[in-house]
């Protein structure tokens, strides 16, 4: 059973940073997608930023510009880079792998931006 676990999440304040990182327990396959999902209270679970093997990333509008997503294949390892963090980006932070027979998932963690 692969298991993807984050850590890096915690309270901050606005105009603040963070970085989540999200580490599979296996190497023996590199995920085809890795990503960063969130969600906020009472909101349905939302993307954040994902990242295919080649390098190439994608963002939601809300964050381009102010965060980061990399990763590192050989570890098999997402890392979501956090700038300019703004009070509506508190929320559960799920790291995401894909492969061509299944979707993973973390169990989350939280992101506070509150003064």
């Known amino acids: 059973q692969v298991q993807l676990v984050e850590s890096g999440g915690g309270l901050v304040q606005p105009g603040g940073s963070l970085r989540l990182s999200c580490a599979a327990s296996t190497t023996s396959f590199t995920f085809n997608t890795m990503g960063w999902y969130r969600q906020a209270p009472g909101k349905q679970r939302e993307l954040v930023a994902t990242?295919?093997?080649?390098?190439?990333?994608n963002y939601a509008d809300s964050v381009k510009g102010r965060f980061t997503i990399s990763r590192d294949n050989a570890k098999n390892t997402v890392s979501l880079q956090m700038n300019s963090l703004k009070p509506e980006d508190t929320a559960v932070y799920f790291c995401?792998?894909?492969?061509?027979?299944?979707?993973?998932w973390g169990q989350g963690t939280q992101v506070t931006v509150s003064s």
């Open positions: 990242i295919i093997t080649g390098a190439l990333a």
């Open positions: 995401n792998g894909r492969t061509s027979w299944g979707t993973y």
